[in-house]
């Protein structure tokens, strides 16, 4: 079994800034691309940032300049750092990882539960 657990969401007014933090546990053989997703209601899972295990990454527009993708690939664990918060980044965020469990087989992408970022105007 693989696990991805997230945690850093909250509160947060306009302007601040929190950090999410997402580590992958289990029968992991290997990493490739781990991510963050954000879906707010009414609305589709968008890719907001994400980072290949050489440590390329790739942002959403709307939150270049704002956000930083980073990992630890010791650690199994991605972050995203966001600052400068607008109401509009409000959004259940889900943590991803393309994920190879035994050597030489495929990799399938798990996801994590999701966590609750909230801004405040």
């Known amino acids: 079994q693989v696990q991805l657990v997230e945690s850093g969401g909250g509160l947060v007014q306009a302007g601040g800034s929190l950090r999410l933090s997402c580590a992958a546990s289990?029968?992991?053989?290997?990493?490739?691309?781990m991510g963050w997703y954000r879906q707010a209601p009414g609305k589709q899972r968008e890719l907001v940032a994400d980072i290949t295990s050489g440590g390329s990454t790739r942002y959403a527009d709307s939150v270049k300049g704002r956000f930083t993708i980073s990992r630890d690939n010791a650690k199994n664990t991605v972050y995203l750092q966001m600052n400068s918060l607008k109401p509009e980044d409000a959004a259940v965020y889900y943590c991803?990882?393309?994920?190879?469990?035994?050597?030489?087989?495929?990799?399938?992408?798990?996801w994590g539960q999701g966590t609750q970022v909230t801004v405040s105007s």
């Open positions: 289990g029968s992991i053989f290997s990493i490739n691309a």
């Open positions: 991803a990882a393309d994920i190879r469990r035994v050597v030489l087989s495929g990799t399938h992408y798990y």
